[in-house]
């Protein structure tokens, strides 16, 4: 599992109670893709101190939007707002950090800002710090923390945080080993369509570890794992339906077909 979103994803910052004045037309114009005149109004702003503007700008800066790209001012920018706490600039220079853009790439500088982030409850950082610890990039290797930033982003609902808090349970890294809770933390991202997870959970359900063993329910993970893919899926489905009657593996697929509609109804309900 690599650092994740450590790109520049993320639209950028309009808090409502901004939306007022030139930033609206700053705003209204960047919608409209007149970018350069978004530029010349957020610039503006930002010399006057609104921060909202300097997090647009240096955004803009580091993806060329209206202007030419210039990742050493946005490091610049980011790096002043970081400073005065504003935990998207903290995760941004985190990541600038790691990828070398405006700066030499620096581990340990990274590390710092995520755990600046991640004390303020950002999930990505709280993620990117767990793996940092774990597989000490810019710390020394530390199994407890990286299972205590593993479930701070578990608990807020990140899939692979998820995955990765339950693996440790399951392996008794950094905290003890509890096969229930293993078996809980890779339901509830199986549940979120992790296929890794879901693979977990079938290997579990089969083995009755932590659970009560399911052959069907083993039967149905591995095959929602193995629809995206996941090559150990295919492998453990095939293996296991030479071990069970037909009626089993059709009421598998019932279960497949019905947690797909759930599964599709949430997501499209969360849009």
Do not use: C
């Not at 790209?69 to 935990?87: H, P």
């Not at 710090?129 to 593993?150: D, I, S």
């Not at 083995?207 to 090559?231: C, M, N, P, R």
């Not at 453990?236 to 009626?247: D, F, L, N, P, V």
């Amino acid at each position: 599992m690599f650092l994740k979103h450590i790109l520049f994803l993320s639209l950028l910052v309009y808090p409502l109670f901004v939306f007022s004045g030139e930033l609206s037309d700053a705003k209204e114009a960047y919608e409209r893709n007149d970018v350069v005149t978004a530029f010349i109004l957020y610039e503006k702003l930002a010399t006057q101190g609104n921060v909202v503007a300097q997090n647009n700008i240096a955004y803009m800066h580091y993806n060329g939007i209206g202007t030419p790209q210039d990742y050493q001012q946005a490091f610049t920018l980011y790096a002043e707002l970081a400073e005065q706490g504003l935990v998207t600039a903290q995760t941004t220079l985190a990541a600038m950090y790691v990828q070398g853009h405006g700066v030499p790439q620096d581990y340990v500088a990274a590390s710092g800002w995520y755990k600046k982030a991640a004390e303020q409850g950002d999930v990505e950082a709280q993620f990117n710090l767990g793996f940092m610890y774990k597989k000490e990039r810019g710390v020394q290797k530390n199994y407890p923390l990286a299972a205590y930033w593993y479930k701070k982003a578990a608990e807020q609902g990140d899939a692979d945080a998820q995955a990765n808090i339950a693996f440790m349970y399951h392996a008794g890294q950094g905290v003890a080993q509890d096969h229930a809770q293993a078996f809980y933390w890779y339901k509830v991202s199986a549940e979120q369509g992790n296929a890794k997870a879901q693979y977990n959970v079938g290997v579990m359900r089969y083995e009755g570890l932590g659970i009560e063993q399911d052959v069907i329910e083993a039967h149905k993970w591995f095959t929602l794992s193995s629809k995206k893919g996941f090559s150990r899926s295919v492998i453990q489905k095939a293996k296991i339906e030479q071990k069970m009657t037909a009626s089993q593996i059709v009421l598998s697929q019932k279960m497949v077909d019905e947690w797909i509609v759930r599964f599709t109804k949430s997501v499209s309900f969360s849009e």
